[in-house]
Nanobody
């Protein structure tokens, strides 16, 4: 079974930055479209950003456009999410997943792997 592991979360002040990383165990990520999702307390999980297998299609939810950047590092077999100008409303547990059907669409993308543990991002002063 495909497994992804998220890392890089933490506590940061508003306006700060974090870089999340999604690593694969036992398979090569560059064959798959990858999505980042997040779930804030008391809210449903939402799609935040995705990147196609080729990297040619990248999408962001409106609330993070201009602040977040998704990119691949095929040498490291990771997909990262660079998050700048963080806001308290970005506080959530962030998850990555391969995408069902390879469809990179936000916010309607669906995961094709089971959820991992995620990584907590807390934006607070």
């Amino acid at each position: 079974q495909l497994q992804l592991v998220e890392s890089g979360g933490g506590l940061v002040q508003p306006g700060g930055s974090l870089r999340l990383s999604c690593a694969a165990s036992g398979f090569t990520l560059d064959y798959y479209a990858i999505g980042w999702f997040r779930q804030a307390p008391g809210k449903e999980r939402e799609g935040v950003s995705c990147i196609s297998s080729s990297g040619g299609r990248i999408k962001y939810v409106d609330s993070v456009k201009g602040r977040f950047t998704i990119f691949r590092d095929n040498a490291k077999n990771t997909v990262s999410l660079q998050m700048n100008s963080l806001k308290p409303e970005d506080t959530a547990v962030y998850y990555c997943a391969t995408l069902r059907g390879g469809y990179c669409t936000v916010p309607t993308m669906l995961p094709s792997t089971s959820w991992g543990q995620g990584t907590q991002v807390t934006v607070s002063s």
